[in-house]
C-alpha cells in the first residue's frame, strides 16, 4: 500500500484559538450555521469530540457526498492541534484505503497559519493524480475561508 502525503498552509487574520474552537472543537455547532447549503449538520456517532469519538458529517442535497465518518486520533487543545482518520463515506474509494489529516494552527502576528497535512493511504496498485487531491483541497480552502469571514464579521463568536 503507498502513501501519498500532501500539505498546505493557509494565513488567517484570525487568532489560532478562534479558529481551532471553530473548526475542530465546536465544528458541530458552528459549520452548519455558516456553510448550510454544504453541510447540514455534524454529530457526534461517539464520544464527545475528545480522542476516540467518531464525527458524522451530512452534507448538504447539492453535494456529491452525503456523509463522511472520522475518528479523532489526537487532539490537543492548548497548541490548537487534531489528528483525524476518514474511516468511512458514501461513496466507494477505488484508490483510497482511508485518509489520514493532521491540522495545526500557529500564531502569525495578530492571526494564524493553519497547517495541513493530509496522508491518502492508497490500494494497492493504485495511483492518485494530484489533481483529484487538489479538488478536495480548493474545497477545504472554500470552507476555511467561509469560517474566517463568518469570525471577523461576528467576533464574539468561539471567542
Do not use: W
Not at 458529517?57 to 476518514?86: P, Q, R, W
Not at 480548493?138 to 467561509?146: E, F, I, P, T, V
Amino acid at each position: 500500500m503507498g502513501v501519498i502525503t500532501y500539505s498546505m498552509e493557509i494565513t488567517s487574520a484570525i487568532a489560532p484559538s478562534r479558529m481551532f474552537k471553530a473548526l475542530v472543537l465546536e465544528s458541530h455547532i458552528v459549520l452548519p450555521k455558516i456553510v448550510p447549503e454544504g453541510i447540514k449538520s455534524v454529530e457526534f456517532i461517539e464520544g464527545d469530540g475528545g480522542v476516540g469519538s467518531i464525527k458524522q458529517t451530512n452534507f448538504g442535497e447539492s453535494s456529491h457526498i452525503k456523509y463522511t465518518k472520522h475518528k479523532v486520533e489526537a487532539l490537543d487543545a492548548g497548541s490548537f492541534f487534531c489528528k483525524y482518520t476518514m474511516i468511512e463515506s458514501d461513496i466507494k474509494f477505488d484508490k483510497i484505503e482511508f485518509v489520514t489529516e493532521e491540522v495545526k494552527f500557529v500564531a502569525a502576528g495578530s492571526g494564524c497559519v493553519c497547517k495541513m497535512t493530509s496522508e491518502y493511504h492508497l490500494k494497492e496498485g493504485c495511483e492518485l493524480k494530484e489533481e483529484d487531491i487538489k479538488k478536495g483541497k480548493d474545497k477545504a480552502m472554500g470552507l476555511y475561508k467561509a469560517v474566517e469571514e463568518y469570525l471577523v464579521a461576528n467576533p464574539d463568536v468561539c471567542a
